[in-house]
């Protein structure tokens, strides 16, 4: 029999409550039901973003709510600053090109974190850029970027914005936007939320609504202005996913359940013991000097291949990681920790990785890494 994990970073595991709740017969989404479970979420969603204010709900992959922050704050003519530590950051700005938004990268070595001198620096040599674009937790390299003095920096400029992708972020660490402020916060479902994808999340602060007031690049489907207004009903403005609405109503429940600060907590212990383990192994991390929680980059050991590595995973013990893209390819796997991951989990995902690098011919003492595991498990 074939077992299958996933230990990518998105989509992840979910866990049966929710799936269940998937399951149910579909309901109407103008129907007074979908609206008491859109106002229950949108309550969950606020605590989770630890905002005031509203958190917009899109249907479309992380990637929807991304594109809505450029063409939602910004206008023709307008300069952003784009924070380009891995394929995330790219992102950001493919889609200022495609807006005609001119942009200037802060390029970061792949695995580091951006230092905010330099956000400081471009914008006092830039008054022209109206937003700074950047990720909580860049996820093809592993790394944690340094949101609270970033947003300290920007706080001082009243025509510029901080947008953060937290797709990684939140739900894993602690990213309270209204006491960082943070403009505008963006998530999806199929990270940390323990939903499948098909949802992206954006909240705004005051500061940022205005710029939504003043923009005027073209928008239609992630139009911010026209869902604030719909979800102040509890409604969409289109079709939603609606089973997916019905699955985060519990996995909300299941965070508030368990507590942001032990959701945290759990976080911050699987990605220490996966570090450790991996260190034991004689193995280095990808970003070793501020690693995100939401998941490990472990560089592949010289004369192994990445790539091999990462298909044995699925082919021997039905596990899926993911391995790297563009420079980083075949060179790094990463292991996801973020969402519905338990602490055995980590015990079982760095046993196969132990199997797979002595067949492979590394050398080191079969058990080293799960001791490791367990001796953090077990502070
Ligand atoms: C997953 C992810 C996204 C969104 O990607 P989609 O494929 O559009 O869901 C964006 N940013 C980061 C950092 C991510 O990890």
Redesign the pocket.
Known sequence: MDKKYLFS??PTMLPPEVLLKMAEPIMHHREPEFERIFAEIREGLKCLFQTKNEVLIFT?????A?EGAVSNLLSKGDKALVVRG???GE?WGEICKAYGIEFIPIDVDWGKAVDPKQVQKALDSNPSIRAVYT??????TGAKHPIREMAEIVKKYEETVIVV?????IGVFNIPMDEWGIDVL?S????ALMLP?GL?FAALSDKAWKFVERSNLPKYYFDFKKELKSAQKNQNSFTPAISLFVGLRESLNLIRKEGLEAVFRRHEKLAEATRAAVKALGLELYAPDSPSN?LTAVKVPEGIPGGKLKSLFFEKFGITVAGGQDQAKGKIIRIAHLGYYGRLDMVMVISALEMLLKEMGYAFELGTGVKAVEEILMK
Request: net charge positive; glycine share 20%.
């Open positions: 970073p998105g479309s992959s992380g990637t929807g991304m891995g394929k995330f992102r990720q909580a937790s860049e996820t093809s992708d937290a797709i990684t972020g963006i999806g479902s199929q990270k994808p992206a939401a």
